[in-house]
């Protein structure tokens, strides 16, 4: 093994240079030394273990912790393929998928959960949700490095961030969309002065032609809504991943790592408390007044979210023996295991929570506003 004055970290590795942190690094039979490097929080580093020998992986530790992955990965893969539609034949996917679970339509990545609400009031809680995660994760970039995407929480934070902003286009759409249709009744007279310029479209009123009785004015249209395009697909898929994603870093780190893992002399900043919670905070908030459903097969997309994560730093370790970015992904205790199926399984309450204020919502607003609620469950 190299002597400690030769474990130099790629610099690349090394984020958070403005916290000018000691880590304190336990070897057998050479006592307590301090490793210079910069981290995103003080907690003690293993690098006693050589990551990049056959030993390391070739065990029963390894081996079990690689089934906790990747059971999960192949089970989640299975659900999305099933209820995701991607099994079907091209030209029957939309008849088939028309009504189910997994169905979306194009206008619920931009339709509010209630008729009173206008959609731009969506548009300004996405735009100023956007403005500050993008700013919060340059200020990380510009004063810590790259090296912060070393960390599941800068993976969830930037996923966090990329959803607002393509919510915030979609809502920019949907406005637009809106306005126009708002003109074109103006224009025909049927224009309801007291409403303003939103006349919003009940989210039932799709109509099947086949089923559907014709009306004796044959020049009058029922609104026909389109089924929702690739992008659209995308949006909620990444809303789904990072609802769970974002539950779990903020879990993990208040619940475990803050309390249990860190040092003594560690002590919280802004930036640190921002990243482990507004993320979730600012979710919630755009579940509250979108109009997007959440199935819960698509629990899948978040499990193979973090499975890629962790294969991502098994990769890294396999070719470089470095720290471990989270204590509990270290496989050099026998009690590995256990601490990777602690964190698999806080992925369902995580999800779970996330999911019950989403079911809870399409209860109480019905309730509370029957002839505004236009969500679907």
């Not at 000018?20 to 003080?42: A, R």
């Not at 637009?176 to 007291?194: E, L, S, V």
């Not at 499990?303 to 992904?329: D, E, K, M, N, R």
Request: charged content about 10%.
């Amino acid at each position: 093994m190299p002597a400690p004055s030769s474990l130099i970290l790629p610099e690349w590795l090394l984020p958070f240079p403005s916290d000018f942190t000691n880590l304190s690094v336990e070897f057998p039979s050479l006592g307590s030394n301090q490793l210079e490097g910069s981290v995103n929080c003080n907690w003690q580093f293993d690098m006693a273990a050589d990551t990049t020998s056959l030993s390391y992986w070739l065990n029963i530790t390894f081996f079990l912790c690689a089934l906790i992955i990747l059971v999960p990965m192949f089970t989640a893969s299975y659900l999305i393929w099933k209820y995701e539609g991607f099994n079907k034949p091209k030209p029957d996917r939309e008849e088939n998928q028309l009504g189910k679970v997994g169905y979306l339509y194009k206008d619920e990545a931009w339709r509010t959960c209630l008729k009173t609400i206008h959609p731009k009031w969506l548009l300004g809680y996405r735009l100023f949700s956007f403005g500050v995660l993008a700013s919060l994760l340059i200020a990380n970039i510009v004063l810590d490095g790259a090296g912060i995407f070393y960390f599941y929480t800068q993976w969830t934070f930037a996923l966090v961030t990329t959803y607002f902003g393509i919510g915030l286009s979609m809502s920019i759409y949907g406005c637009c969309i809106n306005y126009k249709a708002a003109n074109d009744k103006a224009d025909n007279g049927n224009f309801d002065a007291h409403r303003g310029n939103y006349m919003a479209v009940s989210l039932g009123e799709h109509i099947n032609t086949s089923s559907t009785p014709k009306t004796s004015n044959s020049n009058q249209k029922s609104p026909i809504r389109n089924s929702a395009g690739l992008w659209v697909f995308i949006f909620q898929i990444i809303y789904q991943t990072s609802a769970g994603a974002a539950m779990l870093t903020d879990a993990v780190f208040w619940l475990v790592l803050y309390p249990f893992l860190t040092s003594k002399d560690y002590r919280l900043n802004l930036l640190d408390v921002c990243l482990h919670s507004i993320n979730a905070f600012f979710l919630l908030g755009d579940t509250i007044l979108n109009c997007l459903r959440f199935p819960v097969f698509r629990f899948g997309y978040f499990v193979l979210w973090t499975g890629l994560y962790v294969i991502f730093q098994w990769i890294i370790h396999a070719c470089v023996s470095i720290w471990w970015p989270y204590p509990f992904l270290d496989l050099s205790t026998p009690y590995a295991p256990l601490w990777y199926l602690g964190v698999a399984v806080m992925h369902v309450p995580c999800y779970g929570i996330f999911a019950l204020i989403v079911r809870l919502k399409h209860i109480l607003l019905p309730r509370w506003f029957p002839e505004s609620y236009q969500s679907l469950k």
